[in-house]
């Protein structure tokens, strides 16, 4: 081949390659997904080509072969063109970058290889020749493939001598390597703390392994292999800073902090590694080994408080889950409260308003159409029956006065004006002396927001209500109203009947005072024991309306 062809091939390659490695440079960084993967196929092209490229540069320069070099060039660039096809396939461009990984590791120690016998032959101070050629190039071809076999081999090597040294796969670190890829794998926790403690047991060559769980100022066996009964420990609080705050402790320090992990366990010897995350004592991982085994050495200690940090974690991570799913389910039940409540005021507004049309209809709208149809008639005999007339008048003003009764107590009903004017106390004296049993009131609070007032009077009022029906003749009601520094309570008792109320149905009274109550963030509680009475009591924080609004 000319000089003049191989010059041409030569430089059509390089140019090939530059353009191939400028876009795969500038592409890469700003591409995604599928397009990132093709890109990435081309840098594959690229690091291939430059690679078998210097190959073959090497293998000329020490065996002389390919006895042509641009031949050997013109070949390594067509992989530009392979990769840009494989990067076409959806498929294969998803594991660009796994195979662009291997390529680089396998590229770099062939490399060396080249460089370790291009330094040889120069050191030689001359180019093998003959036979020498063919010794040198069946060398280097095994260099390089050991190179390109001794990462998988090496695991496999490793995965063995584990296996005869510590009869499991893997070395004792093991757990501590793969907690946190099986925490990203959703596994639930109790099966996690029971997959590591039987990881524990085999790479550590224990006689058992176990975690326990603090909650409430109880320790609790939770997971332990061979599996154990659960078991509870009491710490107090002094007991609980200190084992918080200690790392991996034995015998000497267990029997002094937490002595009741050592019952059962004569002729053991103990780790305890505490469980914890920001001085907060979460559980721990307890290890054992027989008296006559190996004792723990510091790198197994130190794998152990390692976990443990992780392990911490995890479960103050649970705990913060557990937390916030129970916050959502309230606030689930809340609203599903709230829109049952909503619907039941409206509906009971609706209810109101219609009692309120017919009272008015009924009573006072007949009243004044009889008083309008009476002043008719006294106009009419005004002039021929003067007698008459002044009875009708007189008729007028009874009538009148009915009229006016009538229409205060359907205002009265609707929100008591003694209520608006004189308050709670004045308003309940006047409600327990309408009512049908002995009922007693002690109210000395102040004013409050006019809602407030309303919302305790109306469920005082159907507790007095309900008492006079259900309580028994000679029952007496206490009702009491009073304050505290947050909130406003009542309580209306009396000493009658009672009933069951752990069967779960409420009437429709309680429900509407826990309507009223829940409008302004208050509860209801109601006791109540056949025989000996019921007792109903209501609070309002007054923070919901902390000042007195009255007109």
């Not at 469920?459 to 109203?481: D, P, R």
Request: aromatic share 4%; charged share 20%.
């Amino acid at each position: 081949m000319s000089s003049q062809v191989q010059s041409a091939i030569i430089i059509a390659a390089a140019t090939l390659w530059l353009s191939a490695a400028f876009v795969s440079a500038v592409r890469t960084r700003s591409a995604t997904g599928l397009r990132r993967g093709r890109y990435l196929w081309l840098t594959w092209g690229v690091v291939a080509t430059a690679a078998v490229s210097l190959a073959g540069i090497a293998t000329s320069l020490l065996v002389h072969w390919p006895s042509t070099p641009a031949f050997g060039l013109a070949s390594a660039i067509l992989l530009i063109p392979l990769s840009v096809l494989l990067g076409r396939s959806n498929r294969v461009a998803v594991v660009a970058d796994q195979v662009l990984v291997h390529t680089l590791v396998i590229t770099g120690l062939v490399g060396l290889v080249g460089a370790v016998y291009l330094l040889v032959v120069i050191g030689l101070g001359r180019v093998p020749a003959g036979e020498e050629r063919t010794v040198l190039a069946l060398s280097m071809g095994a260099a390089a493939v050991t190179s390109m076999l001794v990462f998988p081999t090496r695991q496999r090597l490793v995965e063995w001598a584990n296996q005869r040294v510590y009869h499991e796969r893997h070395s004792p670190d093991e757990a501590l390597r793969t907690f946190g890829t099986r925490m990203s794998r959703s596994v639930p926790m109790d099966e996690l703390l029971l997959q590591l403690v039987e990881t524990l047991r085999k790479t550590m060559h224990l006689s058992s392994a176990e975690i326990w769980i603090m909650a409430d100022g109880r320790l609790t066996r939770s997971v332990s292999v061979p599996e154990r009964s659960p078991t509870h420990l009491r710490l107090n609080d002094e007991e609980t800073i200190v084992v918080a705050r200690a790392h991996s402790q034995g015998n000497a320090w267990i029997q002094v902090w937490i002595p009741g992990l050592l019952a059962g366990r004569d002729h053991r010897i103990l780790r305890s590694v505490s469980l914890a995350h920001l001085g907060e004592l979460l559980g721990l991982i307890v290890v054992e080994r027989r008296d006559d085994d190996t004792p723990f050495t510091d790198e197994e200690d130190q794998v152990l408080v390692e976990l443990a940090r992780q392990v911490g974690l995890a479960l103050h991570n649970v705990r913060l889950d557990s937390a916030l799913q129970a916050s959502l389910d309230e606030l689930q039940v809340r609203n599903a409260e709230l829109v049952a409540s909503r619907a039941r005021i409206v509906a009971t507004a609706d209810e109101s308003r219609r009692q309120i049309e017919r009272n008015l209809h009924d009573g006072a709208q007949q009243h004044l159409v009889a008083l309008a149809v009476k002043v008719g008639l006294v106009k009419t005999l005004m002039a021929s029956d003067t007698e008459t007339a002044t009875g009708l008048l007189d008729e007028l003003r009874t009538d009148v006065q009915a009229t006016l009764t009538e229409l205060r107590e359907l205002a009265h009903g609707i929100y008591p004006p003694l209520l608006r004017d004189r308050g709670l106390r004045e308003a309940l004296t006047t409600a327990a002396n309408r009512a049908t049993l002995v009922t007693v009131v002690e109210a000395d609070v102040d004013r409050f927001d006019t809602d407030v007032e309303a919302a305790v009077y109306f469920c005082c009022l159907e507790a007095m209500q309900n008492a006079g029906k259900h309580a028994g003749e000679t029952a007496t009601v206490m009702v009491t109203v009073g304050r505290t520094e947050s909130e406003l309570w009542f309580e209306v008792s009396d000493d009658g009947a009672g009933f069951e109320t752990n069967d779960g149905a409420e009437g429709h009274g309680f429900v509407n005072m826990r309507d009223r109550l829940g409008a302004l963030d208050g509860s209801l509680t109601v006791n109540s024991v056949v025989g000996s009475g019921t007792t109903i009591r209501g609070t309002i924080p007054l923070a919901v309306s902390p000042a007195a609004t009255h007109p």
